[in-house]
Structures are given as C-alpha cells and as structure tokens.
Nanobody, 124 residues
Framework: QVTLMESGGGLVQAGNALRLSCVAA????????MGWFRQPPGKEREFVAA????????EYAESVSGRAVISRDNEKNTLFLQMNNLNVDDTAVYFC?????????????????WGQGTQVTVQH
C-alpha cells in the first residue's frame, strides 16, 4: 500500500513552466510503477506520463511529449512532473498514481493508489 499527496499546482501564464511533486508516505514507493494523470474540466481522466520502478523507462502522452519530464527520487519517496511551455489545454486536476504492475500502462484502472489531485490552471 502507498499513500500519495500531490503539490505544486497553481495558476500560471501560458508559456510558463510548472513542477508538480507527489510524495509517498511509505518507503514502499520504490516498488511501484508511477504515473501522472489529469482530468480537464468536464472530461475524463487521461494519461500524462509514467515511469518504471527504477527510473529506467518513461512514457508520455502525445499531448505533452517534448514538454514534460517525469522523474522520481526513490530515496525521498517522491515523484515529479516538470511541465514546460504550458498552454490552456493543460488546465486540469493532476493526479499521481501507483501501480503494482511492472509494465507501464496508460489506463487509470491499472493503477491501484491515487492522490487527491492538484489543480493546474493555465491562462492566456
């Protein structure tokens, strides 16, 4: 089991950058594949990025590829998402999630543990 809490959201201007963090309360964090998802207003939750347990493999949604970097620090039980050149379409609640599966999956149902989310709002 792992308990997750996101931070780093806020109101930003288009073109700027933001770094989201997700801290796990338990050191079991290192045994989970981790992902970031987001839910735009009125839309379904969607995959953003994911990283394998030992930071060897990452995957990105096409919508953020080239603008986002996912990373993790297993010593600090923390997951990061650096988002650059933000645009209004990035406005959403961002969630971190943990999966016990070794493979990286892009569907929310493959992730067993979720944080409460952090709001990111991008304005012109």
């Amino acid at each position: 089991q792992v308990t997750l809490m996101e931070s780093g959201g806020g109101l930003v201007q288009a073109g700027n950058a933001l770094r989201l963090s997700c801290v796990a309360a338990e050191s079991t964090f290192r045994y989970f594949t981790m992902g970031w998802f987001r839910q735009p207003p009125g839309k379904e939750r969607e995959f953003v990025a994911a990283i394998s347990k030992k930071e060897g493999t990452t995957e990105y949604a096409e919508s953020v590829s080239g603008r986002a970097v996912i990373s993790r620090d297993n010593e600090k039980n923390t997951l990061f998402l650096q988002m650059n050149n933000l645009n209004v379409d990035d406005t959403a609640v961002y969630f971190c999630a943990a999966s016990i599966l070794i493979e990286i999956y892009r569907t929310p149902r493959q992730y067993s543990y979720w944080g409460q989310g952090t709001q990111v709002t991008v304005q012109h």
